[in-house]
């Protein structure tokens, strides 16, 4: 069954501290690999889309890098408006043409002051 | 500004009433999907359209029904809604099917089924 792992579920992180979210999948046939931020009682927000193996982007603070297992989101010297939780999400051929977005359970990152 | 639109925002309710929630995006796009996401669950998709008039099943259909009659609009019909389907609700849109299609959100309908 494929499967999409975020670690760890919640992380708490000092003002500037930098760290790192996980995102473990296996799947057959990765088509896509999404990284969207989501603020409590809104719709998530997308961030970055990776393709391949040794893939990277970058916006502001955040890094999002690809291997053929995992990928892993990179915060830089986070502030608190960095608060939120983090979902990172495969696309799939689910059959026919329809490319689903399986997500994973989210890491909730919380910055204090 | 483009946006995906839901009404309502909010929606309590009793089993058995049949409701509708309104999907509506400003994109052209032609990929629309329908997501429920509970705790401890994540975000699970229920159905998809890939055009007008093209529908199918996502990982968790029963007990719900789409329709996709205008490129812009996509509702989610609960013909007897149940406790079960208390959930947080939210449609997304991309510009087509195809893994490097992004797909956009909506904020998201909270529904209680009572």
């Known amino acids: 069954e494929d499967q999409v792992t975020q670690s760890p579920e919640a992380l708490r992180l000092q003002e500037g501290e930098s760290s790192s979210l996980n995102c473990s999948y296996t799947?057959?046939?990765?088509?896509?690999l999404f990284w969207y931020r989501q603020d409590p009682g809104k719709g998530p927000e997308f961030l970055f889309t990776l393709y391949s193996a040794g893939e990277e982007k970058e916006k502001e603070r955040l890094k999002a890098t690809l291997t053929k297992k995992e990928s892993f989101l990179h915060i830089t010297a986070p502030k608190p408006e960095d608060s939120a939780t983090y979902l990172c999400?495969?696309?799939?051929?689910?059959?026919?043409?329809?490319?689903?977005?399986?997500f994973g359970k989210g890491t909730l990152l919380t910055v204090n002051p | 500004e483009a946006q995906v639109t839901q009404n309502p925002r909010y929606l309590i309710t009793v089993t058995g009433k049949k409701l509708t929630v309104t999907c509506s995006q400003n994109m052209n796009h032609e990929y629309m999907s329908w997501y429920r996401q509970d705790p401890g669950l994540g975000l699970r998709q229920i159905y998809y359209?890939?055009?007008?008039?093209?529908?199918d099943k996502g990982d968790v259909p029963e007990g719900y029904k789409v329709s996709r009659k205008e490129k812009r609009n996509f509702p989610l019909i609960l013909e007897s809604p149940s406790p079960n389907q208390t959930s947080l609700y939210f449609c997304a849109s991309s510009l087509r099917e195809g893994r490097r299609n992004t797909q956009y959100f909506g904020p998201g309908t909270r529904l209680t089924v009572l």
């Open positions: 359209s890939m055009n007008v008039e093209v529908t």
């Open positions: 999400a495969v696309s799939l051929n689910s059959g026919g043409s329809n490319y689903k977005l399986t």
């Open positions: 799947v057959s046939g990765l088509r896509g």
